[in-house]
């Protein structure tokens, strides 16, 4: 029996008002690939994936996870489901320290969220550490989230989003506004991680040297489509990608 | 027809007065994101001050319309005092800290009213040359109301104007949408602030000195007018200048025929309905834009200073031993006093839950602890239960109410949440103020005192101790909770919470049934204290104390709540003693507090208490 | 490893900046506790009224009286040997602060009784703080039937003529006149509601003809008050009965005036010729109305010329309702604690009931039975005098409280039915 994709999209729209952000993609991810999405601002590669994880409901399409459909539910259903993501503008809950932002997290996993009387300060400590740990966080787990550095702060988003052992997990530029050494020792960190879970990773991102260090599969979208999808190779070759990309690409 | 014809234009001539105030409320909120609740003290003051100029002014006729066109500068110059003064200071304080400070404002401009002008109602001038009525199809309409009629869309199109073909209006407006790029665009952000200010304060200003010939001055004009604005505002949506527009006409209207067919017991809420209404079906008014998603709590949250300042036990045994001590020691009354600060403690501290752990603005948070005082005395005089029994079960009479209203409010946020609490209070307060028959009435219920073997005021102190002390230890507990984490990071983040599995809405709704229940302990409490409940626990003015004891204490200290109940408490007790003037002196001490502790005092303690932390290493 | 970060905090002290913060506060409110009690001590009399909030315009010219009453009383040399001292508290307009005043006097300042209040939710506040706690409550102006009547009790005692009694007085004078259709308008509370009630019922017991039109409660003190003409108006009642209160009234006048109602309609109003509501309207008071008020220029009685003269030398103004109210409140309990020979509460109550206290309009005496005083009011017709620059009440008598009062029987129905 061979198995479907992990995560299937099809025709998938959305608009804002009279601007088609989404229109008509279609895509399937096979477990465990690293995919990147590129292509350029307000090519539509944020919303594509809020319509993936449900932060935006579609107008139109299925998106389908392990064959079951996705599309229409709320975003922490879909978590539950095991799709877990970070976002563009780094997203951590600044007044916690950054042990308690996994920790809230893995409560949440384990769905403790609503348990009214217990102590949070031990529960779910060690495995918070552990997620701290692979991030390369430890040593910052007291510290209060608000006053870490913009690149611990992506990479603890990286371990708040590995919380629910994920098996797909989606990146919205994860290296987004780092220096470049730092770009490319944070996604090697995360495919790193994934691989040793066997986790299923789409991206999108701006730098294309992270791009082409991390990524199996590349997936090209420009104005709402999927112009291109392929190997980095064939991707870097496609005559209307090098267009779109003024031939800046290499 | 005549009826209706005539009946619209009174409809109307009304909702221009509430359109000018509100449109000034409007663009002050817009702009600063301040919730002004000075705003209708602006609105008596011009109203006061120009019957006085149109009497002192030696104009002959012309004094009255001089007295129309002078108050109202002299109210915006004020206004812009108080900005540049005051409220610049604290604009980098979370945004609830201006809030208290606006209603510092507010008892002062009221006692200061009192002050020059005396208490007694008072009577404005007639405007020469409209005073009389003109005959429409048959009935005698006033000539004044017909010229306030063409003045309000005159003024309406001047706002238009200013809005939208000057380069100042399109800053504002900008500014409205999005204050980061204003900043950004390098304007100076701070007198545009002061402008929008003084603009929004003279309108309302406008409004008062045009009142001025229609009703009677009193001293509660302030209170009077504020809320109705509110209404309007929201309705409209906050920000929009023409939303205001749009929802004055609809009050003005809707009040005009609620006057023809409401049955009574529907005429004091029906505003609130309605505003509830426009709200659950369009969670940001008729006009208004969403909020951004980050934007009320992540701002303050990000200026916050202070750890989390958690005394050894010692020292909470020290004060629990001194609580326990204290009725020995102290006379009957302020056994009471602590009992009142026991019962405030708990409905502060339930609110503290909601604004500071859970980031979700109460303006109505008083329905909860006067649902709790109702419950007591109903269940303990309508359905005969003994003291002890509707006592523990008030609470629950609360917690079911907060569930019920809070499942529409946990859909909202920021300012439009904390509007459809206001509006759900005010609908409560309505139905306990109009059902006579099982609630009293406005004579609320009396004869709720403690059962005899509790009646003891040392006695009762301590049941109202136990009540306090439990509830606030769950209170915190449930903060500590991997619940109260959660919550926390709702606050925080709503998004990442949601992308962590979160249901942030129903999770808000427990909050919101834990905050009510504990609320509603306090107004057992309370009722029991005082022997009777009343309609006016569910007031307004209730929530606003409420609001302010938590700011008082530091809206992210937990042990904030119950020392801003005891400070607010004993200030106003100390100063009631001594003064008829005790809105301006407490209203002085609060300018002082938020201006010298604008993260409450307990958060100031924290902060301090943190830094020495940092300086020893 | 240790971090320079504030994390939580999980021992140590409290910090010490703290006790400055709230060293100050803690050190006023001992400042406050009073001491203890030494060697003739004056009487002290707990007073509790609103002088802020809703009824804020009543109560000045009240308290001025009061004190007047004071210091006449101590210039004589006081009662029993001891001064008397009135402890004034502003209860805001808010029952719950009425009480928590009433337990500061009571309990911390020791008075001897509690005086006062205005809004009749306060006085039944009051009232049911004294009952619970067996202090006397002398209530002055709260006009709720249900203070001495369905929820009397022995510790409470109100000296003036409730809605019951004036909606009677106007009831007797309104039969005698021939209008059939009759409307009524006043506001969304007990005291607008019971005042029309037992007007009401007195008319139709006296002229079973006559017929409602048309009901208007507006809320109270946010009246619009345009829409509510037209729509009194579009009814055509002969006659409007007027229960509106203070600033709404006010307001109502003003509209009613330009909007021609006064002239279309005969008006009845409950107390609206006292002075309170008469002066603030000045010359656009509406002429030719009848109401319950206080023509206290008129009134020739020496003694009450005498208690005008004193109190406009006093208060620098002229006197209201409320003031004649508050002096006869006061002379009530000093006449009280003078026969009781004691502040002891059981003697006083004792003293007052059937006490009869001379005033300055004549003798008035409280009711053993129910605790009310047989203070009347007066009834006439609201006219201009320019002279005076505002309105006044011609064709007045003054109607005294045995005229209109129920009889004990009936007393003690209401109270068993109120059981």
């Not at chain 2, 504990?518 to 309370?526: D, E, I, R």
């Not at chain 3, 203890?36 to 909030?53: D, F, K």
Request: hydrophobic fraction near 50%; proline fraction near 5%; include cysteine.
């Amino acid at each position: 029996m061979v198995e479907g994709p992990l995560l299937e999209v099809r025709d998938v729209w959305k608009a804002f008002g009279g601007v088609q952000a989404v229109a008509g993609v279609s895509l399937r991810l096979p477990r465990g690939e690293v995919r990147a999405l590129i292509g350029p601002n307000g090519a539509g590669k944020t919303t594509l994936l809020n319509l993936l994880t449900g932060q935006l409901a579609c107008d139109g399409g299925v998106v389908l996870f392990k064959g079951d459909r996705i599309s229409g539910l709320p975003p922490e259903r879909i978590w539950r489901r095991g799709i877990s993501r970070t976002f563009q503008i780094t997203a951590t809950f600044a007044s916690l320290t950054v042990l308690e932002n996994v920790q809230v997290a893995i409560l949440s996993h384990q769905g403790r969220s609503r348990d009214l009387l217990s102590r949070t300060g031990r529960l779910a400590r060690e495995a918070a550490l552990d997620f701290l740990k692979r991030v390369g966080l430890q040593d910052q787990a007291e510290k209060m989230c608000a006053t870490l550095s913009f690149g611990d702060l992506k990479r603890l988003e990286l371990a708040i989003a590995l919380a629910n052992e994920p098996e797909l997990l989606v990146l919205d530029e994860p290296t987004a506004g780092m220096a470049p050494q730092e770009r490319l020792d944070l996604m090697a960190l995360a495919v790193q991680i994934v691989r040793d879970r066997a986790v299923t990773v789409l991206f999108t991102e701006h730098d294309m040297d992270v791009v082409f260090a991390a990524a199996e599969r590349i997936m090209v979208m420009h104005q709402g489509r999927v112009i291109a999808e392929g190997t980095p190779q064939s991707v870097r070759e496609d005559p209307q990608v090098q267009a779109i990309y003024l031939g800046g690409l290499c | 027809m005549a009826l209706f014809i005539v009946q619209l234009l009174t409809g109307l001539a009304n909702a221009m007065f509430l359109f000018l105030v509100a449109s000034g409320l409007s663009l002050i909120f817009g702009v600063t994101r301040i919730v002004n609740f000075a705003h209708g003290s602006f609105y008596m003051l011009a109203a006061y001050l120009a019957s006085s100029l149109a009497a002192a002014l030696p104009l002959g006729p012309a004094s009255f319309y001089a007295a129309v066109v002078l108050a109202p500068l002299g109210v915006a110059l004020l206004g812009g005092l108080i900005e540049v003064c005051l409220l610049r200071r604290i604009y980098r304080a979370p945004e609830l800290y201006q809030v208290l400070l606006t209603f510092a404002v507010v008892l002062v401009i009221g006692d200061a009213v009192k002050f020059f002008w005396g208490t007694e109602n008072r009577t404005g001038p007639s405007p020469p040359g409209l005073s009389g009525s003109v005959p429409i199809l048959g009935q005698l309409f006033p000539t004044y109301d017909l010229a306030i009629l063409l003045l309000g869309p005159l003024l309406a199109l001047g706002l238009w104007w200013v809005l939208h073909r000057t380069r100042w209006g399109i800053l504002i407006r900008a500014a409205t949408s999005d204050r980061e790029m204003v900043g950004a665009l390098g304007v100076n952000q701070a007198w545009l602030f002061t402008g929008v200010f003084v603009l929004g304060t003279w309108l309302a200003g406008l409004a008062g000195a045009l009142q001025m010939p229609r009703v009677a001055l009193t001293t509660v004009m302030d209170s009077t007018v504020i809320v109705e604005t509110f209404v309007v505002v929201v309705i409209g949506g906050m920000g929009s200048a023409f939303g205001a527009l749009l929802g004055a006409v609809l009050i003005g209207v809707l009040q005009a025929f609620g006057i023809l067919w409401l049955p009574r017991e529907f005429q004091l809420a029906i505003i609130f309905i309605l505003m509830a209404a426009v709200l659950i079906l369009r969670p940001w008014g008729l006009l208004g834009r969403p909020e951004t998603e980050s934007g009320t709590a992540g701002e303050a949250l990000r200026r916050e200073v202070g750890g989390r300042l958690r005394p050894p036990r010692w020292v909470w045994a020290g004060i629990l031993l001194a609580l326990m001590v204290l009725p020995s020691l102290l006379p009957t009354f302020y056994v009471w006093v602590l009992v009142e600060i026991l019962a405030f403690a708990l409905f502060a501290g339930s609110l503290q839950l909601l604004v500071g752990t859970g980031g979700m603005l109460s303006f109505g948070h008083a329905a909860y602890f006067g649902l709790g005082a109702y419950g007591a005395a109903l269940l303990m005089k309508q359905a005969a239960l003994p003291m002890p029994v509707a006592f523990l079960l008030a609470p629950l009479v609360a917690a079911a109410a907060a569930l019920f209203f809070g499942a529409f409010c946990v859909r909202l946020s920021g300012v439009y949440f904390a509007m459809l609490t206001l509006a759900f209070a005010q609908i409560a307060f309505a139905v306990v103020h109009q059902w006579y028959d099982f609630t009293g009435g406005d004579n609320g219920i009396l004869g709720v005192w403690p059962a005899a073997s509790l009646a003891a005021p040392v006695r009762y102190y301590y049941l109202a101790l136990l009540a306090a002390v439990c509830g606030l230890s769950a209170l915190w507990r449930v903060t500590g909770s991997p619940f109260g984490y959660t919550l926390r990071a709702a606050r925080d983040h709503p998004r990442r919470c949601q992308a962590v599995g979160v249901n942030v809405r129903s999770h808000r709704l427990l909050a919101f049934g834990v905050a009510g229940f504990f609320a509603g302990l306090g107004g057992a409490v309370f009722a029991f204290a005082k022997g009777s409940v009343f309609p006016d626990y569910l007031s307004m003015p209730m929530s606003v104390q409420s609001l302010v004891m938590v700011l008082l204490g530091g809206i992210h200290a937990l042990a904030g709540a119950p020392v801003g109940a005891a400070v607010y408490k004993l200030l106003d007790i100390v100063i009631t003693k001594y003064t008829g003037y005790w809105q301006a002196v407490l209203g002085g001490i609060l300018v002082f507090l938020v201006v010298a502790f604008p993260h409450g005092l307990v958060g100031f303690v924290q902060a301090r208490w943190a830094r020495m932390r940092a300086s020893l290493g | 490893m240790r971090h320079p970060l504030p994390r939580p905090i999980r021992s140590g002290k409290l910090a010490l900046a703290s006790w400055p913060v709230f060293g100050g506060l803690v050190v006023a409110f001992l400042l406050v506790i009073p001491s203890g009690a030494g060697a003739q001590q004056p009487i002290r009399i707990g007073e509790v009224n609103s002088y802020t909030g809703i009824a804020a315009g009543f109560t000045l010219p009240y308290r001025q009286a009061v004190e007047m009453a004071v210091e006449e009383i101590n210039a004589g040399g006081g009662l029993l040997g001891r001064r008397v001292e009135v402890l004034f508290r502003d209860d805001k307009g808010n029952p719950a602060e009425a009480i928590t005043h009433a337990q500061e006097l009571v309990f911390g300042e020791k008075v001897a009784l509690l005086a006062g209040t205005f809004l009749s939710n306060v006085g039944l506040a009051v009232s049911d703080f004294a009952r619970q706690n067996k202090v006397l409550f002398v209530a002055a102006e709260p006009l709720t039937e249900a203070l001495t009547w369905s929820r009397g009790h022995r510790y409470a005692f109100r000296v003036r003529p409730n809605t019951h009694s004036q909606g009677r007085m106007l009831a007797e004078r309104a039969a005698k006149l021939p209008y059939k259709r009759w409307a009524v308008i006043g506001p969304n509370y007990e005291y607008g509601r019971r005042a029309w009630e037992t007007f009401w019922a007195r008319l139709k017991e006296l002229k079973p003809d006559v017929q409602l039109v048309g009901e208007h409660w507006p809320t109270l003190g946010k009246i619009e008050p345009g829409g509510y003409i037209t729509a009194l108006l579009s009814q055509q009642p002969q006659a409007v009965y007027v229960s509106l209160f203070g600033s709404d009234w006010i307001a109502f006048a003003r509209e009613a005036s330009k909007r021609g109602l006064f002239q279309k309609a005969f008006f009845v109003g409950i107390l609206l010729g006292e002075p309170e509501y008469m002066e603030p309207l000045k010359l656009e008071a509406p002429e030719g109305m009848l109401v319950t008020g206080y023509p206290w220029y008129d009134i020739q009685a020496p003694a009450h010329k005498d208690f005008v003269a004193k109190f406009q030398k006093r208060a620098d103004r002229t006197p209201v309702v409320g003031s004649l109210v508050g002096y006869l409140t006061f002379q009530s309990i000093f006449e009280a604690i003078r026969k009781a020979g004691s502040t002891d509460t059981e003697k006083m109550v004792a003293a007052l009931e059937g006490l009869k206290v001379e005033t300055p309009i004549g003798p008035i005496s409280f009711r053993p039975f129910d605790h009310q005083s047989t203070m009347g009011a007066w009834v006439g017709t609201t006219k201009l005098d320019a002279r005076r620059g505002g309105g006044i009440m011609v064709n007045w008598e003054y109607v005294p409280g045995e005229k209109v009062l129920p009889s004990e029987a009936e007393v003690r129905k209401m109270r068993e039915a109120a059981q």
